[in-house]
């Protein structure tokens, strides 16, 4: 198989950027397809190279197969975003917005400070924050477990809230 041109990579990561936040492979996949940005082949191709060197992070939530933009992933969009077409770039963006109003989003922010050792998880809904955690945790503890606690769906947070906080019945 030849390989895919920068121009559909760089799509993909423009397009996980724009919409900031986790998002379902087949909804990644309907966008690229009803938006004709890109073949169902080079669709397949792009994802799996992307994945396979680390650009993107694909993983298991709930019932689905998510991903999210890499921290590599910014970076490489970030040093090469002018290679995408700014026609290209608007059309991605525009159809980002109205996907976004379409479907509720649900946003799982970690953070970590290695000074302080100090994590902080905060699930937003809407933009809405829903529930927030900080905890003193290890460096090496969190990056070990690190993709385990970005892939945590709605369904974990309420039955940490519950068990927590004795809070309502899970959702």
């Keep these: 198989m030849e390989p895919l041109q920068t121009q559909e990579k760089l799509s993909i990561l423009h397009m996980l950027d724009t919409y900031g936040a986790q998002i379902p492979v087949d909804t990644c996949v309907d966008f690229f397809l009803e938006q004709n940005l890109l073949t ?58 109205q996907l976004k109003q379409e479907y509720p989003r649900e946003e799982l922010l970690l953070n ?15 933009g809405r924050k829903v529930f927030g955690l900080e905890m003193v945790l290890e460096e090496e503890t969190f990056y070990a477990h690190r993709e385990w606690l970005r892939s945590l769906s709605k369904k974990d947070i309420s039955n940490i809230r519950r068990v927590l906080f004795g809070l309502g019945q899970n959702k």
């Design 40 to 97: 169902n082949e080079e669709l397949s191709q792009a994802l799996a190279e992307l994945i396979e060197n680390g650009l993107i992070s694909l993983f298991q939530k709930g019932h689905q197969e998510v991903l999210t933009l890499s921290d590599d992933g910014m970076i490489v969009l970030q040093f090469f975003r002018e290679r995408l077409s700014t026609e290209t770039q608007e059309q991605i963006t525009k159809a980002v917005l």
């Design 112 to 126: 970590y400070d290695p000074m302080s050792e100090m994590m902080e998880i905060t699930f937003l809904e809407n």
